[in-house]
């Protein structure tokens, strides 16, 4: 099974969230029971982001469901660009491409400090996704660092991001072990 993602922004950009709290929890609802596993779905002013693992593409269903879920609100044919990504490579090369480009910006703060939070919540019932991504983050922030761009606020990010994936380590000999493999004293 693949790691996948969608992106969907609205083409007329606005400062608002595309769905409410109450609409992301009846999405992730619905495709967790059709997908049969983990499903993320991160909500920020820069777009509505659904990770998920599948050997098939929910691109369209996912399409479909929230055409329903808003469609008292607009047309999503009009309204909103949708970006499927259907493997980890393609997953970390758009994160790579997103954050050279936002990183610079102030909806960056606001975007992660976001993401961040909701990835605490929603912790608990994605744990597979959720370290996957920490991979995807680490990979990513190599990859920055070779091309010589700015990772100090991504940076700061990064290491949110795998606190949340390590504060909720069961096992206290592996908590340590990669505690002291992410150690600062031991990157070159």
């Known amino acids: 099974m693949e790691l996948k993602y969608l992106h969907i922004n609205e083409k007329q950009q606005n400062k608002e969230l595309l769905i409410s709290q109450k609409q992301v929890t009846m999405l992730k609802k619905f495709l967790k029971e059709f997908i049969c596993n983990e499903v993320l779905i991160i909500n920020t002013n820069l777009g509505l982001e659904v990770y998920y693992q599948s050997s098939n593409d929910?691109?369209?269903?996912?399409?479909e469901v929230l055409t329903i879920i808003v469609s008292k609100k607009c047309d999503t044919n009009d309204s909103f660009?949708?970006?499927?990504f259907q493997n980890e490579h393609e997953i970390q090369r758009s994160i790579d491409d997103a954050i050279e480009?936002?990183?610079?910006?102030p909806?960056?703060?606001?975007?992660?400090?976001?993401?961040?939070?909701?990835?605490?919540?929603?912790?608990?019932?994605?744990?597979?996704?959720?370290?996957k991504l920490s991979g995807i983050w680490?990979?990513?922030?190599?990859?920055l660092h070779?091309?010589?761009?700015?990772i100090q606020k991504i940076q700061a990010l990064q290491?949110?991001?795998?606190?949340?994936?390590?504060k909720n380590v069961k096992d206290e000999v592996l908590k340590e072990l990669i505690i002291e493999a992410v150690d600062k004293k031991h990157v070159n």
């Open 58 to 63: 929910c691109t369209k269903i996912i399409k």
């Open 146 to 150: 070779i091309r010589n761009v700015s």
């Open 138 to 143: 680490s990979e990513v922030m190599q990859n």
């Open 107 to 131: 909806q960056f703060l606001s975007y992660t400090e976001s993401m961040l939070s909701q990835l605490k919540l929603q912790y608990e019932s994605n744990k597979k996704l959720i370290g």
């Open 159 to 166: 290491n949110n991001f795998q606190d949340i994936y390590i």
């Open 101 to 105: 480009y936002v990183a610079e910006t």
């Open 81 to 84: 660009q949708f970006i499927s």
